[in-house]
């Protein structure tokens, strides 16, 4: 499923909050899609906790979530990507 | 197969707390008289994440964080039920009703008939139940029996997401008190992750499920397994183990405790005339002798043999080795689905 240019990351730069410490790291809580899926912009797929906050990740764009790369209970960091989505 | 996994890729999934809030959420947005309060459920967004989001969209008029005084915020949702509104009070966890108990007893559950059929009370009170997170004997207790002994109130405990949405929607728009025990394992937190299972595809469109129909979540012609909550998913996971032996379990999950659905439990047990009762209450004056006198008094003929799985009559200990020996495990029910068979 990857291997295209066109994937967009779901990003965990995107929501990561400014105030968290430089050295901390997120745990993937929920996915509410699988791979395959079509998502909506800006519909929530999925959950991380940072600092003991649980934080919304929407897509960032509309198309099929077509890979996940972090899955539950999966560290990561600011620069890490949580999946990829194939636009429309 | 293929077909369904294909099904399951594109279909949303929800956690149990999200579909719950969905549910609630749609009925707001439907209903002006609809509105939610209890302790932490309005800033905070519910500490099981039960009201997570709400605050938000209908502020602070119709999601209220009310102080510790359980006594006055429940009954203040009866007096407003019986004017006419349909309030959500949250007791935030099921221990606490000492406290409150002539609320919910002598007020919620008994109005409608004190009164003549003159008031109904059409309110929901929703309550954490369940254990399995080490926060010893007043925070962990399911207390199923004690709940769905009172008569006068409905009472609804979801296992998966997909319930927990249709059952939240029938709740609310039901013109009778209703209790919805929700339990803390399968609210799919970030501090306390769920088992495998609650959390399932969730139409976006409300749906309600009816009371008093139980769903079998897993068919099989050997034995019957009847439980709820929490112990759903740990009988499926038994009965899948216990598959690789060649042992068919059937799986029934309750979901409501009143109205009780007898007639799927009877006619399960007609076909495998063993039965395994489970379940995360007291062992005693509860939930699985009512199931086990049911079946005994309308099918005692069926019945082959018969097995419960609860917890020993102590109450919930601290230490997680000690929760650990009380609270039924897989390989609990696991055995006494072999001992009924043998």
Redesign the interface.
Known sequence: MSGTDDRVAVAAADVWPDDVEEDETAVVVNWFAREGRQVDEGETICEVQIEKVSIDVPAPVAGELAEIERVEEDELAREDALGWIEPD | MAQKE?Q????????MS?AMVEAIAHEMRENDEVFYMGEDVADYGGIF?STEGLLDEFGHDRIMDVPISETAYIGAAVGAAQRGMRPIAELMFADFFGVCMDQIYNQMAKNTYMSGGNVSVPMVLTAAVGGTYNDAAQHSQTLYGTFAHLPGMKVVVPSTAYDAKGLMHNAIRDDDPVVYMFHKRLM????M?APDGP?TPVPDEPYAIPFGSADVKREGSDVTVVTLGLHVHRALEAAESLADDGIDAEVIDLRTLVPLDTETILESVAETGRLVVVDEDYRSHGVTGEIIARVAEEGLADLEAVERVAVPDVPLPYARPMEDEVIPGTEDIETAIRSVRS
Not at chain 2, 188 to 191: F, N, P, T
């Open positions: 294909r399951q890729a594109v279909e949303r999934e929800l956690t999200r994440d799919g937190i970030g501090w992750p959390k």
